[in-house]
């Protein structure tokens, strides 16, 4: 599977971006996914996570009411909407896919669960 994102880039504080994982393969739609990212100098970091049917989500605290995931599967695409954007959202934003969930819980949170990982996304939020 292969998962690139885009939609990255240079926005102020404040602003919004939508950024989107495309995959490939054509059982994507039982794949649970993630979003992670990575600031420089750090670890990369749980973002957010959706079921398989869209039905189920779960946000890092520090996303949560300022992020979206949502998915269509008909696009195989997975999309990251980011609203009132800071400046420590600046990172590179990666996606990432597991095979088969039920419900989306903390335990998504971990990298240790996803199986395919794909290139990530540079988002830097000017201050």
Aim: hydrophobic share 35%; proline share 2%.
């Amino acid at each position: 599977v292969q998962l690139p994102a885009s939609g990255g880039g240079l926005v102020q504080t404040g602003g919004s971006l939508k950024l989107s994982c495309a995959a490939s393969g054509r059982t994507f739609s039982t794949y649970a996914v993630g979003w992670f990212r990575q600031a420089p100098g750090k670890e990369r970091e749980f973002v957010a996570a959706i079921s398989w049917s869209g039905r189920s989500t779960y946000y890092a605290d520090s996303v949560k009411g300022r992020f979206t995931i949502s998915r269509d599967n008909a696009k195989n695409t997975v999309y990251l909407r980011m609203n009132s954007l800071k400046p420590e959202d600046t990172a590179v934003y990666f996606c990432a896919a597991r095979v088969g969930s039920g419900n989306i819980s903390a335990r998504f949170s971990s990298r240790d669960m996803y199986d395919y990982w794909g290139q990530g996304t540079l988002v830097t939020v000017s201050s």
